[in-house]
T-cell receptor, first 110, second 112 residues
Framework: RKEVEQDPGPFNVPEGATVAFNCTYS??????FFWYRQDCRKEPKLLMS?????NEDGRFTAQLNRASQYISLLIRDSKLSDSATYLC???????????WGAGTKLIIKP | DAGITQSPRHKVTETGTPVTLRCHQT?????MYWYRQDPGHGLRLIHY???????DKGEVSDGYSVSRSKTEDFLLTLESATSSQTSVYFC???????????FGDGTRLSIL
């Protein structure tokens, strides 16, 4: 079992729709969590950190469920510019490393 | 702008030649990382550094070495490049172990 698992997609979603991704992790000692987006042939860019109480940034909402060991990302009112690959990241502070999911590809269609 | 620059941005070289990629950061980040990204594999950690002269191996370190002689520079060396090392290489850095990473623009390396 991979340490961090994501549905690779692609998710094909009409513009204006709401879409949600989940990401599961296997190590219960994981300490912090992030979502990144990556555009084709570009570097990953931080989208948002994920806090235990859940957090929102504009159209984006992130949730953490430690009991079930998953994090989620919700995108409301999706835009064409949201088309990208979304990477889930789990932080293992004890060994300085981050564990990356392989990403979920999102395609927003007009 | 996270102040992380990678050089070169693109390189084509031949099998068996040595290659050095440079990552330079201006934010005084303590932790620096080298990843490679290939289709179907996502980001894979090659080596990382937790301070000047302090480095450790990641999951795909065979065939690679690193050096960090000062805070701002982290070098990745392929001692004798092979075609399997054709990839996109990303450097990342962060201030503390609870912080997210920030990335450079990447280096596209082709080994012929």
């Amino acid at each position: 079992r991979k340490e961090v698992e994501q549905d690779p997609g692609p998710f094909n979603v009409p513009e204006g729709a709401t879409v949600a991704f989940n990401c599961t992790y296997s190590n219960s000692a994981s300490q912090s969590f992030f979502w990144y987006r990556q555009d084709c042939r570009k570097e990953p860019k931080l989208l948002m950190s994920v806090y235990s109480s859940g957090n929102e940034d504009g159209r984006f909402t992130a949730q953490l469920n430690r009991a079930s060991q998953y994090i989620s990302l919700l995108i409301r009112d999706s835009k064409l510019s949201d088309s990208a690959t979304y990477l889930c990241v789990v932080n293992m502070a004890s060994n300085y490393q981050l564990i990356w999911g392989a990403g979920t590809k999102l395609i927003i269609k007009p | 702008d996270a102040g992380i620059t990678q050089s070169p941005r693109h390189k084509v070289t031949e099998t068996g030649t040595p290659v050095t990629l440079r990552c330079h950061q201006t934010e005084n980040h303590r932790y620096m990382y080298w990843y490679r990204q290939d289709p179907g594999h996502g980001l894979r950690l090659i080596h990382y550094s937790y301070g000047v002269k302090d480095t450790d191996k990641g999951e795909v370190s065979d065939g690679y070495s690193v050096s960090r002689s000062k805070t701002e520079d982290f070098l990745l060396t392929l001692e004798s490049a092979t075609s399997s090392q054709t990839s996109v290489y990303f450097c990342a850095a962060r201030q503390g172990v609870e912080q997210p990473q920030h990335f450079g623009d990447g280096t596209r390396l082709s080994i012929l």
